[in-house]
């Protein structure tokens, strides 16, 4: 029988075995496949089919990956959305994707239908700001709420209609997925991927791994869920904010064999298994370290608790080309020359040096285009500035224009210091990242120097701290600062810029 793509094929070639568990709920590939169908069957009846975009704003769990697999089925285009954005960055991701229905939390829906809720959660409990979707369908996922706007209930729907004919549908090779990177409020950079080069990706990770379907993962992150069960790897969702020992208990009770995520996501693991002088659970296999640059330091202390068995690798890859290159953790250890070793180039990876020492590359992987853009160029500019050493392997040895990398976030300081900025007092802004050994992070530091009616308020990094979580000058929350400091900021040049290096080793000093 002819599906959509490779990815639901997969999925019915496996019908009756269990790919996600999440609580007490066991989600089979036979059941993947029959819930997309029926949504898709309701996404056509309202008129939504091909080149439609369609968002969604909802954590990982079964709906999200029912969204995901019947917007392939209907030839959608799915635009994944960071629920933790500013109402500035929400707005301009929103008035460039024009999208024709929007999948969302019904908590979310509810807290913003109601002010008098939403505004104090917002600031006590860092409820994330939604925006009102003008235009678009509205269709709610999780629990029924008494919302006062029209919607649709996800429930609902897959509660009453058939199945979707997908034996009839043609198949799905063109553009499908966008996410979104750097870029600026006017010109947002969604990253569009198509069907094939997602599964280059996908394929790429396999070979990797070996044979992912002897694998389980344990993630609370959407997009590893897609992947993962895209390879045919069981998924076992736990929550990002547990303590360290019951993250433990869990990888030993479901026998988790697979890990991913920047060293952020482990220290804690880490520091607990050393005060108790053992070593990770036996059952687990690899450790994927999805973050650049990867210290010494962290894998030192990593190394010491991991089975013997077990293997830790540094992946190389950004949001236009999921996976460029890779290291172990010995390689890494054992690089002793300037800059980070990200390692050899996967199969199918063309990469050079251009005359600026910027790294390019083109794949199959790589993104289709940018949405706002026609058409890509040949080769992708990462902007990391590198080298290519005479094995092959790529040496990073920076960046072309700031930033600030933080767990799983790239934080471009260009694209939130404009918004600061504009804050009345506020006469200059920058965003710094001075990495921390202990948290294996980057802490961000926001240094603003005020005007003379402001620099004599004690309190200006409280007022800055709530103006930066709740109202106009609202920032994505994962772009909130670590520290707020209120000083003179260090000019040169004729032009007086900003000196970013000298403020650097000015907080590097006093931290």
Not at 10 to 16: D, G, I, M, R, V
Not at 61 to 82: C, K, S
Not at 248 to 258: A, D, K, S
Request: with cysteine; hydrophobic share 40%.
């Amino acid at each position: 029988m002819r599906y959509t793509c490779s990815f639901i094929d997969k999925l019915a070639a496996q019908s009756s075995r269990p790919l996600l568990m999440s609580g007490d709920t066991v989600t089979t590939a036979g059941d993947f496949v029959t819930q997309s169908s029926k949504l898709a069957t309701m996404l056509e009846r309202h008129g939504l089919g091909e080149g439609d975009v369609a968002v969604i704003i909802t954590p990982g769990g079964p709906e999200f990956l029912y969204v995901v697999y019947a917007t392939m089925m209907t030839g959608m285009r799915l635009a994944l959305i960071d629920p933790e954005m500013g109402p500035d960055n929400y707005r301009a991701k929103l008035a460039q994707l024009r999208p024709k229905v929007v999948f969302a939390d019904s908590r979310l829906l509810l807290l913003q239908e109601h002010p008098l809720v939403y505004t104090p959660a917002r600031r006590l409990l860092h409820v994330p700001y939604v925006p009102w979707f003008n235009g678009a369908m509205l269709v709610s996922i999780g629990r029924w709420m008494p919302l006062v706007r029209r919607h649709e209930r996800l429930g609902r729907w897959l509660k009453d209609a058939p199945p979707f004919a997908t034996s009839e549908l043609p198949s799905r090779t063109g553009e499908y997925l966008i996410t979104y990177t750097s870029g600026t409020l006017a010109e947002p950079k969604g990253v569009m991927h198509s069907f094939a080069g997602l599964q280059e990706s996908v394929d790429d990770i396999a070979r990797l791994l070996g044979d992912p379907t002897q694998l389980r993962i344990a993630t609370h992150l959407p997009h590893y869920m897609m992947l993962s069960i895209s390879m045919g790897m069981p998924v076992y969702v736990w929550k990002h904010d547990w303590p360290a020992a019951t993250k433990l208990r869990f990888i030993e009770q479901n026998r988790i064999t697979n890990l991913f995520g920047p060293p952020s996501d482990f220290v804690a693991m880490i520091a607990a298994l050393e005060a108790e002088g053992r070593c990770f659970p036996d059952s687990l296999q690899w450790i994927l370290l999805g973050s650049a640059p990867v210290y010494p330091s962290f894998l030192r202390r990593l190394q010491k608790v991991m089975p013997l068995h077990a293997r830790v690798v540094c992946i190389y890859g950004m949001t236009e080309n999921l996976l460029v290159a890779t290291a172990t953790l010995d390689e890494k250890l054992q690089f002793a020359e300037e800059g980070d070793l990200v390692g050899h180039v996967v199969k199918g990876v063309d990469v050079r040096i251009a005359r600026d020492g910027e790294l390019l590359l083109r794949s199959d992987q790589s993104y289709t285009r940018y949405f706002h853009e026609p058409n890509r160029p040949e080769w992708h500019a990462t902007g990391d500035l590198a080298r290519i050493r005479s094995d092959g392997s790529i040496v990073l040895l920076g960046r072309k224009k700031d930033m600030i990398i933080r767990g799983n976030f790239n934080l471009y300081p260009a694209l939130y210091e404009p918004t600061i900025n504009r804050m009345p007092g506020v006469e200059a802004a920058v965003l710094l990242g001075i990495y921390d050994e202990t948290r294996a992070d980057e802490v961000v530091y926001l240094v603003v120097e005020t005007s003379e009616n402001g620099s004599s308020r004690k309190d200006v990094p409280q007022h800055i701290a709530a103006a930066l979580r709740d109202g106009p000058f609202a920032i994505d929350r994962q772009a909130l600062p670590d520290e707020i400091r209120v000083m003179k900021l260090p000019r040169s040049g004729r032009s007086q810029k900003v000196d970013r290096n000298i403020l650097r080793q000015q907080l590097g000093a006093s931290a």
